[in-house]
């Protein structure tokens, strides 16, 4: 998740959560499906946890004592730029080992009162090198021979890149002291927000009646009745989801306001554009690449509409797809997987690519990085974190079984085989903006899918062709309607607060905008807003696109390796280790892909559109 200041890169948790939620898992199981945390630590009240908590109190008295001293002049600026440097990947290792530990802590268990406290605590206590920071990158940016310097020392030569876009980012800091206001405000406004949003909705309860009895259930238990075979099923959980969002919508619709009104306010101080164009610039994309990738989405809707209503007509409907049909299975097959034969599902196809990958991923499960079990308290859909400071990941998801559950394991896998590309790179350059986040996470879930329909027999590819491409639908049709609606929500909000209503039309028009008339427009989703987790980061904005770069990339990627066999895989691991150290463009070049050309966009769309054409005629 890509943020706003210069030092996040050090501070900031490497999670990276996706746009897909799994359904949850059977009663019973063998392997165990909650993952383990003690290589962090073994709880809050840990002497390691205490210990490291003083530890980084001293460190960051360490680096504002040296700042004040050394900064006042340019002496010895090759010494003082690597001194930063280390000690910044000290202080990164640390603060990341204790966040992410409070961070997991929280996603899976909502009402732990220490793991909110601390993430509170570490939050207060980063603040306070707010000055410190902006000083040292404003201090950079003086150096007229920087690039002399940086060429005098191998080791900042290995941190040219980073460097280069500190003295960037320095044109939009503020003084030490806004800086250090909007840094403190922050903990009370935009994450504050954020906290609020996560408890209310992790807690959330919808009422439902499930075999004449009326339940409370989690609000991802239900949402992930959206995959049941009974249509009569996908209908009442849509409907009693939508009918609980009453019971938090105001202040959900209070903790958007807040945070996007945050985002306007420190983006315009900045001097950016727009929200827009800030998250442009974090991400290390340009305009240019962002406008060839929408044009092309938007060239392929056509396609896309003939599917939903293909789909909707095989469902009886005769006025476009109901939203509560989007994830209906189809086919007479039907593919379900214990937790242990999703592994092996998953670890044998993986073999096909390349070793490397099958033994890491078959180390994740076996070594419980993965927390699969559904329950009360912990957040709904998926993420994986990458902890560098272990050289580990740790994956959430909610298990049911499904073939599409298998898909996001795979999926996640596939972010936490990047970070193990990345494990021995330095901390500092182990950090990727968020439209190549999603990289090695759709090749590993394409891997897969592709592995299977090989096998398949006709009910099977049909099964397996619609969910694939109705994943891609989600990535590239209901993710531009997010677009939309970020876009609508960031230029209304410049103005005043949005109500319920005004959210709930602007998540409406965004629908209708992408889906045009493949969805039935009586049964439409106005509260998306309210339950997907992207919209309520104060420092990652429009996290919609970079999935959409994301899909779109991998399947050129996987096109290039079904062209180059086996002589593409060190390559791809080679790929993923740049993804933190160079801009997009430049990492794209590696595989002399020019992601600026629109034509490289329509040739990966022009993959799904073969797909939707194969499951008409299948149908």
């Not at 996040?8 to 799994?22: A, G, M, P, Q």
């Not at 392997?31 to 980084?56: C, G, I, V």
């Not at 997987?337 to 993986?350: G, H, L």
């Not at 599409?404 to 970070?419: K, M, P, W």
């Amino acid at each position: 998740v890509s943020t706003q200041s210069t030092w996040d890169l050090f501070i900031k948790r490497l999670v990276v959560n996706c746009v897909y939620c799994s359904p949850t898992r059977p009663k019973e199981h063998k392997m165990e499906m909650r993952w383990n945390l003690d290589k962090l630590y073994t709880s809050f009240e840990s002497d390691q946890f205490k210990s490291d908590l003083e530890k980084l109190d001293t460190l960051i008295e360490s680096l504002i004592s040296w700042a004040g001293k050394e900064l006042a002049n340019t002496d010895n600026s090759e010494e003082k730029i690597t001194w930063w440097l280390k000690s910044g990947v000290e202080l990164g290792h640390l603060y990341s080992r204790l966040s992410s530990y409070a961070g997991l802590v929280f996603s899976v268990e909502a009402g732990n009162s220490d793991a909110r406290k601390y993430d509170e605590i570490l939050e207060v206590k980063m603040s306070s090198l707010t000055s410190t920071r902006t000083s040292f990158s404003k201090w950079l940016a003086s150096l007229s021979d920087l690039d002399a310097v940086i060429e005098s020392s191998d080791f900042l030569k290995e941190h040219k890149f980073y460097l280069s876009e500190e003295v960037d980012k320095s044109r939009y800091m503020l003084s030490d002291e806004v800086e250090t206001v909007i840094s403190k405000l922050k903990n009370t406004g935009s994450n504050a927000w954020s906290q609020l949003w996560n408890v209310l909705s992790s807690n959330h309860l919808v009422e439902i009646e499930v075999d004449g009895e009326v339940k409370q259930l989690p609000l991802p238990v239900v949402r992930n009745m959206a995959y049941d075979k009974e249509s009569a099923t996908r209908k009442k959980a849509y409907e009693a989801e939508l009918k609980s969002y009453s019971l938090f919508e105001e202040s959900a619709a209070a903790a958007l306001n807040g945070i996007k009104g945050e985002v306007i306010t420190t983006s315009d101080l900045r001097g950016y554009e727009s929200p827009l164009e800030m998250t442009l610039k974090n991400s290390r994309m340009d305009r240019e690449t962002l406008e060839a990738m929408l044009g092309a989405m938007r060239d392929s809707f056509p396609r896309f509409r003939e599917y939903f209503k293909k789909k909707g007509e095989l469902l009886g409907h005769k006025n476009g797809l109901p939203f509560y049909e989007l994830f209906a299975p189809m086919g007479k097959s039907e593919m379900s997987f214990t937790y242990e034969e999703a592994r092996k599902f998953i670890v044998d196809n993986f073999r096909n690519f390349s070793d490397e990958l099958a033994d890491f991923a078959d180390r994740a499960f076996e070594n419980n990085w993965i927390d699969a079990e559904p329950r009360e308290g912990k957040r709904g859909g998926a993420f994986c974190a990458n902890l560098h400071v272990i050289g580990e990941s740790r994956v959430l998801s909610n298990f049911t079984g499904s073939f599409s559950n298998v898909t996001t394991l795979a999926h996640e896998l596939g972010h936490a085989f990047h970070g193990h590309c990345l494990k021995n790179e330095s901390f500092i350059n182990s950090d990727y903006p968020m439209p190549l986040a999603e990289t090695a996470s759709i090749f590993c879930e394409t891997i897969v899918v592709n592995a299977v329909l090989k096998e398949a027999d006709r009910d099977q590819a049909f099964t397996i062709l619609e969910s694939s491409i109705s994943d891609a639908a989600q990535v590239i049709v209901d993710i531009y309607s997010r677009y939309l609606f970020e876009t609508e929500l960031f230029e209304k909000r410049k103005n005043s607060s949005l109500s319920v209503e005004e959210l709930k039309e602007a998540m409406l028009n965004g629908q209708k905008g992408s889906y045009g008339d493949g969805l039935d427009p009586q049964w439409l989703h106005p509260y998306m807003w309210i339950c997907k987790p992207h919209y309520y980061y104060g420092g990652a904005n429009f996290y919609n696109f970079p999935y959409a770069f994301g899909l779109l990339f991998a399947k050129g990627l996987y096109a290039e390796y079904l062209k180059r066999g086996v002589d593409f895989v060190p390559q791809y691991s080679e790929l993923l280790k740049a993804t933190g150290s160079n801009n997009i463009a430049d990492v794209t070049a590696l595989m002399d892909i020019d992601v600026r050309s629109k034509e490289f966009w329509k040739n990966s769309l022009d993959i799904v559109a073969r797909d939707i054409e194969k499951f008409i005629e299948l149908s």
